[in-house]
């Protein structure tokens, strides 16, 4: 071949290369913006129905984890920062290690709800539900309720609940909820992962398809963490012949007697 | 009784093998893995219940004397989406239970399979494996 | 032509209280005392002067067989202590409409959705005619099941877990109960709640009770989070949800 073929060659494979990159560009870009939600009157997505998380990993730990007793391995849900480990502040990892050598801590074993974001990948079933100004997740377990009204309605002043206060209002198809007002018992996860007093937590809810919800939340804490940090757990929407039950939880909870004596104040 | 056990595995067939390990809480703060207990015994009572059913159990020890167990499994919304109902084990019932016995010692354990008296295996939807 | 005018407003306007009529949403919250006893109160320190509730039958008393009246009678002397309440239990149907805290109904094609502020109790009610469950599994709250007669919301509830009380003074049920609610909004801020109830093993007939709901109009109301929980010692709190 000439000096010309290989000029021509070299050509053609960079306009491949171009062609390529502008193709996987195209991909990506139709990925994210080819799915048109269904959409209630009002014209915003219709998130209702009956969701679950995709994988149930980020339950047991949000950080990447190997098999243990009772636990299987999982990835890591944090997508920031980048590796995927919470950015504790020193000392911090250091409780969180202590919390999960007593799991008779866990605030869900004592059957309160979950708090925010944990409540959103549960191995249980929500069910979103939107009516006008409000968008409803009620969790099965705890029969935990979180009631988020997008009206522009001002948050609730020195508030301490375990779910939180929040305020949703929609940015395009995407539903941003802030909450405010978590009493920072929550853990993070079964592994004792937790967040602190005085986090503040910011949620995205947006469809990707007819049976996807991609879920993040970007939590911030000072006083716990050394940046903001942000999880990303997708859920799944569940078979349509699946209801929410009832799980009363401290109706029959009698595992508390057998349990070492757990100290309330403890995070 | 044969009959709702009939159907009852008939059911269970259908949730197929064991689902990803899915728990409300974490097991392992009140029972001990390494202290497996094989029960055989006769069904006293029978409670389905969140966040735990409990099947309450009289277990005869090889001096003879009869010992009760509270034998806890998983949800009711875990065993119901696997077919049990709050009559799948009536008093009077024998069956067999390996568990995993308490950390305090006392006789309670977390049921991993439940063996009903025509032999056959049921998941306890145990808080280890499968708890939704 | 006057006529026609006129006759055609009053057909728009009927058309327009029929679209608004069924529409329950909001947050809601029982008028009355009935929450201390449905077979009304005298005035005592605490408790204001109340009648019954129960307006069938007429002489407002729950039809109790005998044995299940001295049952009720029980219940009221141990109601510091024997109250499922006190031990954070969901407070079941009706009591939970009849609580002095708001619930807020939701409304969507297929269902309505109720959610009370005590203990964050929830109830979905399907209203496309799906079935019921089974009677294989109870829940506190029961198995709500609604329709729509004309403008009234009727809810069929079935399913009931027995451990529930319908008002602070003991008024109880047994394994059987079975309660139809009817919900009608009566004007632009209240709605008639009505409920019959029955339980063969417990009274001796269906017996109703009847009360308004009144909408909360106070600007941004909304529901508070009222957890309930055990400590350590077994104590009951409800914690409270403001830090100062």
């Known amino acids: 071949m000439g000096g010309k073929s290989v000029e021509h060659l070299r050509v053609m494979a960079g306009n491949s290369m171009k062609l390529a990159m502008l193709l996987l560009v195209s991909i990506g870009a139709a990925a994210q913006t080819e799915f048109t939600p269904p959409r209630l009157a009002d014209g915003h997505p219709n998130f209702g129905g009956i969701w679950m998380a995709a994988s149930l990993s980020a339950a047991f730990n949000v950080e990447e984890h190997g098999a243990s007793y009772g636990t299987p391995a999982g990835p890591s849900v944090i997508v920031d920062p980048p590796g995927g ?9 250091e409780r969180a290690a202590d919390n999960d050598q007593h799991r008779e801590r866990d605030p869900v074993g004592q059957c309160h709800m979950h708090g925010v974001p944990r409540v959103m990948f549960p191995p249980f079933p929500l069910e979103i539900v939107q009516d006008g100004n409000y968008v409803v997740i009620l969790a099965e377990t705890e029969h935990g309720i979180r009631i988020i009204p997008t009206d522009g309605r001002p948050f609730l ?8 206060d929040s305020r949703g209002h929609w940015d395009g198809d995407t539903l941003v909820v802030e909450v405010r007002g978590l009493n920072g018992r929550s853990w993070l996860d079964q592994a004792g992962n937790f967040m602190g ?23 911030e804490n000072p ?3 050394s940046r903001p940090f942000t999880l990303r757990v997708p859920l799944r ?31 | 009784m044969k009959r709702i056990v009939g159907l009852l595995l008939q059911i269970l067939c259908l949730f197929g093998p064991v689902l990803p390990a899915s728990a409300h809480h974490s097991f392992t703060a009140e029972f001990d893995d390494k202290k497996p207990v094989k029960l055989e015994g006769t069904v006293v009572r029978f409670e389905f219940m969140n966040p735990h059913s409990w099947i309450y159990l009289d277990v005869k020890n090889p001096e003879g004397t009869v010992v009760r167990w509270a034998v806890e499994t998983g949800s009711t919304n875990a065993l119901f989406r696997r077919g049990w109902r709050k009559d799948s084990l009536r008093a009077g019932d024998r069956i067999t239970v390996d568990a995993f016995r308490a950390k305090d010692g006392s006789n309670t354990a977390n049921a991993s399979t439940v063996k009903l008296p025509d032999g056959r295996q049921v998941s306890g939807a145990s808080s280890r494996d499968g708890g939704q | 032509m006057i006529r026609s005018v006129l006759i055609g407003l009053l057909f728009a306007g009927t058309a327009w209280a029929q679209g608004q009529s069924r529409d329950l949403r909001g947050i809601w919250q029982a008028t009355g005392t009935a929450y201390q006893n449905l077979e009304g109160t005298p005035a005592q320190r605490g408790q204001p002067a109340a009648k ?10 729950i039809p109790y067989s005998a044995d299940a009246r001295k049952s009720a009678d029980r219940n009221a002397k141990e109601r510091e202590t024997s109250d499922p309440l006190l031990s954070c239990f969901q407070p079941g149907v009706p009591r939970a409409a009849l609580l002095p805290e708001p619930f807020q109904i939701f409304q969507n094609p297929d269902r309505v959705v109720i959610v009370y502020q005590h203990v964050h109790a929830y109830r979905v009610i399907f209203t496309d005619g799906r079935p019921h469950y089974d009677e294989g599994i109870e829940f506190y709250m029961g198995d709500s099941r609604g329709r729509w007669e004309g403008n009234t919301l ?10 529930t009380w319908f008002d602070n003074a003991g008024n109880f049920h047994g394994n059987k109960l079975h309660v139809v609610e009817r919900y009608t909004r009566t004007g632009a801020d209240t709605i008639r709640y009505e409920a019959t109830i029955e339980d063969p093993e417990v009274f001796e007939r269906p017996w109703n009770i009847r009360v308004d709901l009144a909408r909360h109009t106070e600007p941004n109301f909304q529901l508070l989070e009222h957890e309930c929980e055990r400590d350590a010692k077994g104590v009951y709190r409800h914690p409270p949800q403001f830090l100062k």
């Open chain 3, 52 to 61: 019954s509730i129960v307006v069938d039958p007429s002489n407002g008393r």
């Open chain 3, 154 to 163: 009727v809810v069929d509830v079935t399913n009931f877990k027995p451990e």
């Open chain 1, 223 to 225: 006083a716990v963490f």
């Open chain 1, 157 to 164: 002043k020195d508030y301490s609940a375990w779910n939180g």
């Open chain 1, 197 to 219: 007093a005085g986090a503040h937590v910011v949620e995205r809810f947006r469809l990707t398809g007819k049976d996807t919800l991609d879920y993040q939340a970007t939590v």
């Open chain 1, 237 to 267: 929407r569940r078979p349509a012949d699946v209801e929410l039950l009832e799980y009363g939880c401290i109706e029959g909870e009698r595992d508390a007697a057998h349990l070492p004596a757990v100290d309330g104040e403890k995070k």
């Open chain 1, 85 to 93: 480990k919470l950015p504790y502040l020193p000392g911090m990892r």
